[in-house]
């Protein structure tokens, strides 16, 4: 079998120039702000939570009180909570996505 032999002369993807790949050069600062606005983590970690705490926490304050030891009727409350927390959620995602565009919008009108 042939391998291939590696010439010093060729360069590797390390060593080849930047100003080839169009990437910013050295003296120029990068953009290291994060792609997700950080109040959209704060309601994903929220929501994230309420899926844990809400149905966890409904099962077992139903399971003895309301329902008497009924596993059954604790266990759909439990899955009613959970669908009620990813409505919850979805619904101010789309609220947020429109404020979004609104202000997209407001920022164009304003630039004109």
């Known amino acids: 079998m042939t391998s291939r032999r590696i010439i010093s002369s060729e360069k590797n993807l390390l060593e080849k120039d930047d100003a080839d790949a169009k990437t910013p050069s050295a003296l120029e600062r990068s953009n290291i702000t994060p792609a997700v606005p950080a109040a959209v983590i704060y309601k994903l970690l929220g ?28 266990g759909a409350t439990a899955a009613f909570m959970a669908n009620m927390v990813l409505i919850a959620y979805v619904i101010v995602a789309f609220k947020d996505d429109e404020s979004e565009k609104q202000a997209t919008e407001e920022r164009t009108r304003k630039g004109e």
């Open 47 to 74: 929501f994230t939570v309420a899926m844990i705490v809400g149905p966890i926490g409904t099962y077992f304050l139903t399971l003895n009180t309301i329902f008497r030891g009924s596993s059954t009727w604790a």
